[in-house]
């Protein structure tokens, strides 16, 4: 380990060392907690930044998790202090998590601005949390390491593996279609969810903590070991010893996120097949450390990368099975030529020296470059009249048939709209048709609720429909599938295109050449345009009524316009 700072030098010091009345006062105060002064004086202090809550079931682990990485903080020679964060909970936090990801980033910054910290090991891992922690590091650029919660065990259901909400969404159809009993509905919702962790399936929150791995913010193969292996907690303890290293190595965010790093998240990503929420948070994350992903990125990448993980809902597996099969060690090994090598990780190595020994164990699980599961990444950027900035499509988990597609347009112009009339046995729609919901993006949501799956009328699927064309401004959950355009930008709400579509209007859907169109005349759209009215807001005061006024669109990020990275707050005074 090369130090280059002695302990009057840590940020902590500035603190604890001095022989004033202000030094008097913070070492006395850590007396009243039972410490002495050699316990944390000239020591790296090491926030955990826990996310744990009892209503959030994926860190249900977290507390216990805590004691564990503080082992490795006094192993390593600092000083651990647990730092709680605000738990956002994908399951529970309405209208949307979303809404929340940005003001646990603030929390994040702040909290280890304005305390004695000198690093941190960063805890969550439910969708929003990973994000969220990461940006906030960013900002306040300490040492850093992120420690992901680890997904839950392999659900279980009359023998049969389920998938978090994968398997929810399609037992849900079932049971609308009339097809699962009462008995069966019930058993599958105590089988779905089996233990402390996040969902198994590739959705938000595994895409994520993978990513977190592949930017280098994680200990090699952290991101794939289930919350109940016991590898877990040698995990935190590990992540704790190395955060107190890294404070001594001065090794930052800002070392480690460099472009090449985020080329190989975007890079893994598409090999993963994952969340389209990433693509948002990707470039929220990328936008902290001043570095601009433009959309087009992620679909020059999605070209030439093959889809290998074979996990639900692209594939088959689940988390568990990708754990046993290597991880993402084995699978980045996979396409290590595609990857920037040479990128520097958490552990001071670089990605190329981590993938060492990395291999594929099961190759049903991932699969080899000769048998990917698509031939190119499971993303596609759309443009066209309807998305002047942009739109995302999961193609991999989108009918092929739906690819090319041109139908008349049935307009919702908002969730309570949709859900009052979609099940309406008078609403004018067949298999060909488009469904179109507006007022579901950053402002209109608020937050871009995971509403961009809609679903199909109760009358067709009764007919044996299972998928249609489907165009929002919302997110979809990374566990959901279906041809589904969803972050259209500009949304609906600020006067995008989006906003215009009237029923019967013919849209047509061009995956192979990225388009996205509305067909109607200029003419007839400005008349539109000058009709149009914004929805009158919903909310008027506190965080939402500061959300509304300050967030970005869904290319941008949707951070909020005053966490740029020249807004940098600096270290505080110590008065
Ligand atoms: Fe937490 Fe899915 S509900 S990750």
Known sequence: MTHKKNPEELRSYRWFGPDTMR???HRSRM???GYSREDFTGKPVIAIVNTWSEINPCHAHLRERAE????GVWQAGGFPVEVPAFSITETYMKPSPMLYRNLLAMDTEESLRSLPIDGAVLMGGCDKTTPGLLMGAISVNLPAIFLPAGPMLRGNWNGQPLGSGTDLWKFWTERCAGTVSDDDWNAIESGIARSPGFCMTMGTASTMTALSEALGMTLPGASSIPAADSNHVRLAIESGRRAVEMVWEDLKPADVLTLAAFRNAITVDMALSGSTN???HLVALARRRGIDLPLPLFDEIARRVPVLANIRPSGEYLMEDFYYAGGLRALMGEIADLLELDSLTVNGNTLGKNLEGARVVKPEVIRGRETPLMENGGTAILYGSLAPDGAV???SA??????????PAVVFRDYQDMDARINREDLDVDENSVLVLQNAGPLGGPGMPEWGMLPI????????VRDMVRISDARMSGTAYGTCVLHVSPESYVGGPLALVKDGDAITLDIPNRRLDLGVGEDELARRRAEWKRPAPKEHRGYLALYRERVTQAHQGCDFDFLSPEEGAGDPQIY
């Open 31 to 33: 007396s009243q907690m």
């Open 393 to 395: 499509i999961k193609t």
């Open 278 to 280: 990433a693509i948002i």
């Open 68 to 71: 564990a990485v503080k082992r």
């Open 457 to 464: 009328p109760n009358k067709l699927l009764k007919r044996g």
């Open 398 to 407: 989108a009918d092929r048939r739906l690819w090319q597609h041109t139908g």
């Open 23 to 25: 030094g008097f006062s």
